[in-house]
Every structure is written in C-alpha cells, then in structure tokens.
C-alpha cells in the first residue's frame, strides 16, 4: 500500500515563499509521475505541477514563472517551491502519483493521494 505525505503548508503573506514537500512511501515517487494540485473552497481540484525522470515538467498557467516542482531522488521526496505568492493561492495542497497515462492535470488519472496541507495566503 502507498502513503503519500505532504508537509510545509503554512500562512504567509502576497510576495512571499513556501516549499511543499511530497514523501511516498515505497519509493515510488523516483520513477512515477508526481502532480501538485490545488483545491481551494468551492472550486475544482487543478493540477499547478507535474514532474516525471525522463520528461519535461508541467506548470498551469496560474503559476508558470511562480513555482518550481523538483525531486530529491535520494530523499524520495518531491518539492514544490512556491514564490511571489498571491491570495488566490490560497488552497488545500495535495500532492498525487500512480499516474494512469492521459493528461497530466487531470485528477481521475491517479491513484495514490496524500491527505493534502493548507495553504494561506493574506494580501
């Protein structure tokens, strides 16, 4: 069985950074594809990031030049470096993997979830 965990939500304020970080266990995150989503209330889950060896990274429009998805294959970890946040991040984090083929951002293409952490930003 998968466990996904991710850590490093918080409260900052516009014009400030955070790191998320994803943890899986086994160590699937070193060749599976791994996605950063978001849910903030009332809207739909969205696919911000994507990152798999071997191809390019994904970004949603929403926060291309603004975050940065990386791995730690050592660690099993992938991260999100979120940067010159805005309130409209504001949103639950989750990070995703047992990727399924088809599009990256779309959240019925994969199996393995973690319980998702806050996000807050004030303006």
């Known amino acids: 069985q998968v466990e996904v965990v991710e850590s490093g939500g918080g409260s900052v304020q516009a014009g400030g950074s955070l790191r998320l970080s994803c943890a899986a266990s086994?160590?699937?995150?070193?060749?599976?594809?791994t996605t950063w989503f978001r849910q903030a209330p009332g809207k739909e889950r969205e696919g911000i990031a994507s990152?798999?060896?071997?191809?390019?990274?994904y970004y949603a429009d929403s926060v291309k030049g603004r975050f940065s998805i990386s791995r730690d294959n050592a660690e099993n970890k992938v991260y999100l470096q979120m940067s010159s946040l805005k309130a409209e991040d504001t949103a639950t984090y989750y990070c995703?993997?047992?990727?399924?083929?088809?599009?990256?951002?779309?959240?019925?293409?994969?199996?393995?979830w973690g319980q998702g952490t806050q996000v807050t930003v004030s303006s």
């Open positions: 995703a993997t047992g990727f399924l083929n088809g599009r990256w951002d779309g959240p019925e293409k994969y199996t393995h």
């Open positions: 086994p160590d699937i995150l070193v060749y599976d594809r």
């Open positions: 990152i798999r060896v071997g191809y390019n990274d």
